[in-house]
C-alpha cells in the first residue's frame, strides 16, 4: 500500500494553491484598474467598461479562499489588493505631476490632435492637442479611486457574507453562501463604482440618470449572471482541491498551528 505525500509536499501544495489563486485574484483587479474605462464594449443588451470583464474571477477566488484557508487569509488578500490599489492610484499620481520633456521630443504618438473640444471625466476641457498620458490619467485616475472605494466595500463584504452564510448553515450548501455573499457584494461594487466614476458628470449635467442607471444595471447584471455560472466550477474546484491538498471536510489549509486556533474560534 503506498504511503500519501509527506507533511512537506502537502505545506507546500497549500501555499502554491494559494499563491496561484492570489495571483489571478490580483491580476483580475491590477487589470480593471489599467484598462479601466478606456473601452465600453456591448455585449448583448449589456453596455459594460472593458476593465470590469475580468474582475468577476476576483469573487471566485475569494470564495475558494474563504472555503479553502479561511476568513483570516481571505481578509488578508483584500488588503493587499488594497495597497495595489494605493500605490497604482500613486504610480498615476506621480506620473501626471513629474514635468514632460519638450514637446518637440515627443515621439508623434504621444500627442493627440483633438478636432473638436472634449469634456474629461474630471471635468477639465480640452481642446487642440493633448498629450496621451494626460488622456490616460483623466480616465483612469477617477476609476482607480471610485475602484479601490467600491473593491474595499465589495471585497470585504464578500469575504463577511460568506462566513456568515457558512456558520448560519453549519458548513452546509456551498452554493447558497457563495450566490448569497457575491451577489450582494457585486451590487454593492457595481454601484459604488459607477456613481462614484462618474457622479461629477452627473452633477454637471453632462450625463443623463438614465445613462448611469444603463451603467449600473449592465455592470452589476454582467456580475450577477458570471456569479450564478461560476457555482458549478466554485464546487468542482473545491472538490478537487480538497483532495489535493489532503483537507478534510471543513478542515483549513493553514499550517497546524493556526488549524489548533481556527478549530476552537469554530467552535
Known sequence: MSEGPSTAIIFERRERVFLVLAGVFLSAMTLLNVIGITRFVQLGPLALAVG???????????DLICELYGRSRANFLVSVGLGINILILLVLT????????PADTLPPWQVLQLSEPVALPNGQIVSGSIELYSLIYATTSGAVFASMLAYIAAQYCDVQLFHFWKRLTKGRH????????????????????VTVTFGAAFLRDELAFQTMLILIVSNYAFKAVVAL???????L????????????????????????EASRTRN
Open 52 to 62: 470590469v470583464l475580468p474582475y468577476p474571477l476576483t469573487f471566485l477566488c475569494t
Open 229 to 235: 455560472l461560476d457555482t458549478a466550477p466554485l464546487y
Open 94 to 101: 506621480l506620473g501626471n505631476i513629474v514635468p514632460s520633456v
Open 237 to 260: 474546484l473545491v472538490h478537487y482541491l480538497r483532495r489535493y491538498l489532503h483537507l478534510a471536510p471543513l478542515e483549513l489549509a493553514i499550517p497546524l498551528g493556526q488549524e489548533i
Open 174 to 193: 456551498l452554493w447558497l453562501r457563495n450566490n448569497l455573499s457575491t451577489l450582494v457584494s457585486q451590487w454593492v461594487d457595481a454601484t459604488m463604482v
